[in-house]
C-alpha cells in the first residue's frame, strides 16, 4: 500500500510540476500576428516583418503569406517595434505593447512613397515666369496680354484678313 502511495504523490508531484512550468510559460509569452496590405487593400505576400523588443534589442523576422498574413509566437512582454518592408514600395514601422497571455493584432499599410524626395526621382517641372516676374509692370503685362488675347485667331501663314 505504501508503493502504491508513494507512486500517486510522485506522480501527482509531476503532473502539478510539469503543468506549473507550461503555464508560467504561457502566462509571459503573446503572440502577434496580423496582416500587409498596400493602399489600395490588397493583401502583400513575401512582406519581411521584423519584430524588434525595444527593452533587450531582440529581434525576430517573418514574412507575410500569399494572402499577406504573419504570426510570431512565444515573445516577451514589453513594447516592440515592428518593421515591415517590401521591395519596391517601401517600410512601414509602428509601436506596439505586448501583454503576456494576450494576442495582439497590428494590420500594417504599405504605401509607395511620392516621388519627391527620391534620388532618381524627376524634379518637378519649375513654373513659366510671369511677364511681371520678367520686369514688366502691372500696366505692361495688362497691355501685352490684352495685345495677344485680340490676335490670337488671327490667321498666320497664307490666310486671308
Known amino acids: 500500500m505504501r508503493v502504491i502511495s508513494a507512486k ?5 508531484v509531476l503532473g502539478f510540476l510539469l503543468t506549473s512550468s507550461c503555464l508560467v510559460a ?4 503573446s503572440t502577434l500576428s496580423g496582416t500587409i496590405t498596400d ?3 490588397k493583401a502583400l505576400a513575401n512582406v519581411k516583418v521584423s519584430v524588434k523588443n525595444v527593452a533587450s534589442g531582440q529581434s525576430s523576422e517573418i514574412q507575410t503569406d500569399v494572402n499577406g498574413r504573419y504570426s510570431l509566437e512565444g ?3 514589453g513594447d516592440y517595434e515592428v518593421t515591415a518592408a517590401l521591395e519596391g514600395i517601401g517600410s512601414v514601422v ?3 505593447t505586448l501583454t503576456a497571455g494576450a494576442p495582439q493584432t497590428l494590420a500594417l499599410i504599405l504605401a509607395a512613397p511620392s516621388a519627391e524626395g527620391l534620388p532618381n526621382a524627376p524634379s518637378p ?3 513659366e515666369p510671369s511677364l511681371e516676374d ?10 501685352i496680354t490684352h495685345w495677344f488675347r485680340e490676335r490670337r485667331n488671327f490667321p498666320l501663314a497664307g490666310g486671308s484678313i
Open 134 to 143: 520678367l520686369g514688366f509692370s502691372k500696366a505692361d503685362t495688362q497691355a
Open 125 to 127: 517641372k519649375p513654373a
Open 26 to 29: 504561457q502566462e509571459s509569452t
Open 75 to 77: 515573445l516577451a512582454a
Open 39 to 41: 493602399a489600395g487593400g
Open 94 to 96: 509602428a509601436k506596439i
Open 8 to 12: 500517486l504523490v510522485f506522480a501527482a
